[in-house]
């Protein structure tokens, strides 16, 4: 390869960092979960932490001021909660994947839970604009007695200006360890005008596509006690009717939303989420305050 061209394409592929580390651990003093560690770089941090359920769970809100992922740009998040620990993460509102002028742009995210510990990941959905090229990484890895509520929604295209994903690229990569042991891997990858988007095999010509993933806690981990609370939620979308499947691999619970209306997405997966809050830890479901406003 020319010199001066390969020079042109790593000034081009340069990356611009933000980074983002959070740690908590239970307080035996207060009861409450805190933010122990919090270290940043660049334009990502942590809005407000607050308490509002009786049990001590904190609830943290992240936000990233630019809104979006430009082309260049390289976001990373490490969580880790300590043992014991309850800790809710979410943001005040959509994420975006800008277009990015042929330019990749990435984000990683690392969860790290140990023994006893409870971890609530609950991002607002993510918008891919035309022209983006994005790569998204989420890897968790939780110790044995750990347990795990999180989900992904992703809408393709702007839907306010009937936007439709013609040029760039996606990829994701979701990574679901146990003690070192993978529970779950699930991986999408696809470009501009790709058959998968209109495939009946795909997106079926829908805009908006979501993932939830919860693995109970020790007590929790018995195939008919979960059976039994899986058709109470299938019961629960029934009487919603929204279009969301729900399947138990093993003792990880996964609902998969496919359709048109990002909020009816997250309807369902909040419903969802209440109910499993309160079947495995006896909580209400306390909606962070943020999705309020």
Known sequence: MN?????????????WFARLQLGFKADATTGRTVLQHRKHEGPVRVQKMLWPEKTGVCH??????????????????????????????????????????QKQAYQHIDIHVEDQGIFEWLPQETMLFDGAHANSATTI?????????????LVIGRQAREEQFAQGSYQSRFLLYRNQN??????????????????????NGHAVMGSLWAVPPVTIRNQQ?????????????????IRVTLTLLDDVICAR?????VRECHDAF?????????????LDEEFPRIWRT
């Not at 998040?77 to 309850?86: E, I, L, R, T, W």
């Not at 939303?257 to 209306?261: F, K, N």
């Not at 909040?270 to 006896?282: K, M, S, V």
Request: glycine content about 10%; some cysteine.
């Open 60 to 101: 943290a809100i992240i936000v990233h001021p630019p809104a979006g992922i430009a082309g260049g740009d390289h976001l990373s998040f490490d969580m880790h909660v300590g043992s014991q620990a309850h800790a809710l993460v979410t943001t005040p509102g959509a994420g975006k994947w800008y277009k990015t002028n």
């Open 270 to 282: 909040a419903a969802i989420r209440a109910r499993l809050r309160r079947y495995w830890f006896g």
């Open 3 to 15: 010199i001066a061209v390969e020079k042109t394409q790593h000034r081009q592929e340069k990356l």
């Open 225 to 241: 006690v979960l059976k039994g609370q899986l058709e109470l939620i299938r019961d629960l979308i029934m009487r919603m009717d």
């Open 182 to 203: 993978l529970l779950v891997t699930d991986q999408l990858r696809f470009g501009g005008n790709d058959r998968w988007l209109s495939s009946c095999l795909g997106m």
């Open 141 to 153: 890895h939780l110790d044995e007695t750990a347990s795990f509520i999180g989900w992904d929604m």
């Open 257 to 261: 939303y496919l359709g048109d209306d």
